[in-house]
């Protein structure tokens, strides 16, 4: 099989858009530590980005967990395989992720680091695909809402692969 990629989002398109997130995280944390939380792999080109357009001290902090192997769907069962490696009870924390699926992963992400008592708990994502919901999730900041395929870049990969393009493509495969 040929994997054939087809631009979805342009760069310019992603750097607009982060700068305008940005300027908005800002104005919401005018006076307050922001600490960033990762979800690898995907979340970390999105995060350094982010982070990179806010003018005033980010602390990022990363976790892993487990999501979809190498395959395109959902296995539903998620865990988690790298912990943070400090308290984020009474700070204000955001999770930053590459993107929102079925959303079971950031609803059980959600409840676990609010059971550890943060001042407050946001989640930004750079992508959403609402078609494809199944656990619902409030999401506080969004890049862009994206139709149900299935996309690669800035972060997102396709078996470990694309991870580092800088646009979002939509993966199809073709026969050789
Ligand atoms: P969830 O279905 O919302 O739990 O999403 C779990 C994870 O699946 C996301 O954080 C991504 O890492 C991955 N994922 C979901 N959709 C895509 C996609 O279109 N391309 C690449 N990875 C995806
Ligand atoms: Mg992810």
Redesign the pocket.
Known sequence: MIEKISTLITKEEIDAKIKEIAKQIERDYEGKDIHFIC?L???VMFMVDLARAINKNVYLHFMD?S??GDS?E?S?N?KILMDLDESIKDKNVIIV????????????LKKILLSRGPESLKICTL?D?PD????E?DIDYTGFK?PD????GC????AQKYRNLDYIGI?SFEEE
Do not use: W
């Not at 079925?102 to 609803?107: D, F, I, K, P």
């Not at 395929?149 to 690669?152: A, K």
């Open positions: 979800v792999k995907g979340g967990v999501s979809y395109t959902s539903g998620i992720e590459d993107i929102i699926d079925s959303g079971r992963t950031l609803s059980v992508l695909k494809r919901r199944v656990a999730v994206i395929e299935f996309v690669v972060g997102l990969d396709y993966i």
